[in-house]
């Protein structure tokens, strides 16, 4: 199973498994993309069921999770589908709304979903459940706090989960990527450094689900930045993060 297989690194990862004997189902927002990612997945050999589904219906997507689970099992969930955005231009603070949606779409659905799965999972004593984090959740970003705070409750809630069900039988990767060039990280003001092509991330995902990693953070870059973030006492924190962030006009 793979959300946000509409999106860019969600279509990417459709690819990856696609292959003769595999059964994908993909979850999408738009339903053109979506219908042309299982197209080339069914090229691929690969058997496809869709669903077109908006996540911030919370009860709606832990329902319809749960009904393709019961009719298939799920072997491998990769929730993937997520939304960034920043601050206006002008703006100190982000727009309450803004912040209500990135909550629901990064942080609420995924957890809730994940949860769902891994109540039928624990059941069934076998299944991988990728929750797809960010870097951006190791940092206090000024520009961006809805984004950097919804995912770093997801990295949190992903941790706590994995502990729950770890003697069970299930396992819970989650990973955090640094800037992934799709649509919706080319909204990221300023340099976007080592920058991966979807696929690149695609592939180190389905590495981190397949050797059952607890937390993958890539490229490795980024795992330097977070210690680096821990270990810089407060007010030298503040200050470079303040520098970093891009200016309100």
Known sequence: MITGASGGLGAALASHYAAPGRSLLLWGRDHDRLE?????CRAAGATVVVRRLDLSDIAAAVAAVEADDAAAAIGVALLVAGAGDVRA??????????????????????SSMAAALARRMVQRRTGTIVLVGSAAAFHALPFAAGYAGSKAGLLRFADALRLSVIDRGVRVTVVSPGFIDTAAGRKSPGPRPFLLQPADAAARIARAAERGRAHSIFPWPFAVLRWIDRLLPAMARDRLLRALTPPQD
Request: charged content about 15%; proline content about 7%.
């Open 36 to 40: 042309r990612v299982a197209a080339a």
């Open 89 to 110: 231009p002008g703006d100190i603070v982000e727009d309450a709304a803004q912040i209500a949606h990135l909550g629901l779409v990064n942080f609420v659905a995924p």
